[in-house]
Structures are given as structure tokens and as C-alpha cells.
């Protein structure tokens, strides 16, 4: 049995990849992607989604999203990902149009139309996501969970305390976190864990046009360390693949959505404030092992 799902995403290096696992692996099916600004500007963020679906020849829609947060400046990460957000390998340029409609209205329609519940994956910021349930209150009703990358219980990577996506647009990350929906944060304490290795990159070039092409991009993400490279997007899908993989935690996640901890993600870690109630499931631990292990296997089978 397949697990339906809407990527909502900024590429991105990470973001690719994940999409490229999404995209490939059959126990996935992706019925829409939605961009929204984020690792860069929206325009570019819906032309590299556009960019993997041409890549693997898939035939699913592609709509763009909001080009800047509720509230807050929106500040880009091209320092990480280049000016094109995905730098590093030549595309096909014959790309595919995006869908005649905002993010927001797609979300709706595919939401609504599905015969099944839709699981939503943002790995990007959240505001897409919040002007839906703002705007379509009823789609709530038609979501089995969101699984989303994005924020930290200890220091984050954008300030000393705020992760980027949620730092992105705090205030759609709060309306995501009150929505009522099953929430899994994937968020910095496993990310930082499960890096992509130096011989696992290594390793990947050599498997077949999809790993090279992963790998040039990968190379040129300005975040590396000589432990490995983070591919935070990424471990959404190998949280839904592979959920025993993955140690979580219940608690209630509170959003600074002002001051010098703005796009913190504050963890009720001793339910002491919210009478035990919990929102979110949190990832805290993972097998980096297994995820490198799983990550070029993945890649190992895309036929094209």
C-alpha cells in the first residue's frame, strides 16, 4: 500500500533529494509538489522542483507558492545553496509548466479530490501550509499527518536558536503546530546526525546518472563538514519508510514568532506547561548508519 503525499518544498539541495526519493520509491506517491520561497526565491524554488520532475520524466504537478512569509522579511539561504539553489549539474531546459493556480488552491483541490487521506511533507518554510488551513479550514478533516523538516530542541542553524524553515516564517509555523493535525518534526537533532558520509558521496557519483547528478549538486552545498553533509529534507522520507529507524518523542512545541529567539521551536520536554497535552511527535535520535545505508540503495534503483 502506497503512502499519498504533497511535497511542499523550496530546492534546494536537500529538498532535491528528497523529492528524489519520493518521487522513485514505489511505496511513495507524490500527487503534488508546491513551492514557496524559502533557500531561495519562490520563482527559482518552482523552476528546481520543475527541474527533478523533468529529470526522472514523472508526470506530477507542479504549483508555486507563496514568494514571502505572513510577517517577517523574508531573508534567502543562497549562501548554502548558490543563486540557483541547486548549482553543480545541467538540467534538461525543455522543463514542464507549473500548474495554472497558487499553491494554496492546488493543495485545496488535491486535498478535497483524494479518495484517501493525504499525508503532507513540507520541507521548506511553512506558509503555504498555513494560509491553507487559514484560508480552507475543512481540508484539516482530509490530512492523515504532516512530516515536516524544520526546527531543533537545542541550537538551531540559522541563529543560535532558530532553525531555518521555521525561522523562515515563524508565524505559519505556529498556525502548522496549533492546526490539530498529527505533526512528526524532523527536525536539527536528528539531521545533524544522519549525514551523508564522505564515503557514502563517494560512493554515490559511481551508481548511475540519478547518484551523479545528487552528487554534483550535493558537493556544492556550502554547509559541509569533514564529517559529512547534512540532507536535512531528506529525512522526512526515510522517516516514513522507515519509522523504526527513528527514536520520537511526544511533546507540546511552542514558535518565538518575536525577539532575539525568533523561529525558536520551545519543547514542553517535562510537560510541564500545557497539562501533558502534546502536539507534535519529535525526532530525537536516529540510526545514521541505516540512513546512509538506505540512502544509496535508494539511489541504486532508479531506473531511467
Known sequence: MTIKIIMDT???IDDAAALTM????PEIDVKLITSVAGNVTVDKTTK????IVRFFNKKVPVAAGAKQPLIKEFEDAARIHGESGMPGYDFPE???KPLNMTAVEALRKTIMESDEKITLVPTGSFTNIALLFSEYPEVKDHIE???AMGGSLGKGNMTSAAEFNVFTDPDAARIMYNSGIPITMVGLDITMKALLTPDSLSKLEHLNEAGKMLHDIVIHDGDNSLNGIAMHDVNTIFYLLHPEAIKTEKMWIDIVTDGPAIGETVGDIRGAYHDGKTNANVCVDIDAEAFNKW?????SKINM
Do not use: C, H, T
Open 10 to 12: 523550496d530546492p534546494g
Open 22 to 25: 519520493a518521487l522513485n520509491d
Open 48 to 51: 528546481n522542483a520543475l527541474k
Open 94 to 96: 525543455d522543463l514542464p
Open 145 to 147: 499527518r504532516i512530516v
Open 295 to 299: 540512502f544509496l540503495d535508494e539511489v
